[in-house]
């Protein structure tokens, strides 16, 4: 079993920056892709930013040029930085994992518990 423990949301005013990070724990495991989702109220979960295990990353065309997505091996972690943080950025934020275990050819999904970003004005 794996967990995802996130941290970084909080209140921001637009314009501002906010990083976010989730970190994996447990063994055995490696991270094949990570992802930040978002779900606003009244809204469907949608995908942010995607990062692959070789390191090419996507990201939805509302976010490209304000968010970067990376990720630490080593660590076992992912960071998503926001920048120029506008009104309609405002959502949960979840870390989403794609999951190797040592042995298994098949791959198991992982979500965090959210974290809120709000952006005021």
């Known amino acids: 079993q794996v967990q995802l423990v996130e941290s970084g949301g909080g209140l921001v005013q637009a314009g501002g920056s906010l990083r976010l990070s989730c970190a994996a724990s447990g063994s055995g495991f490696s991270i094949n892709t990570w992802a930040w989702y978002r779900q606003a109220p009244g809204n469907e979960r949608e995908l942010v930013a995607r990062i692959s295990s070789g390191g090419n990353t996507n990201y939805v065309d509302s976010v490209k040029g304000r968010f970067t997505i990376s990720r630490d091996n080593a660590k076992n972690s992912v960071h998503l930085q926001m920048n120029s943080l506008e009104l309609e950025d405002t959502a949960v934020y979840y870390c989403?994992?794609?999951?190797?275990?040592?042995?298994?050819?098949?791959?198991?999904?992982?979500w965090g518990q959210g974290t809120q970003v709000t952006v005021s004005s």
């Open positions: 989403y994992a794609l999951v190797n275990f040592q042995g298994s050819r098949n791959m198991y999904q992982f």
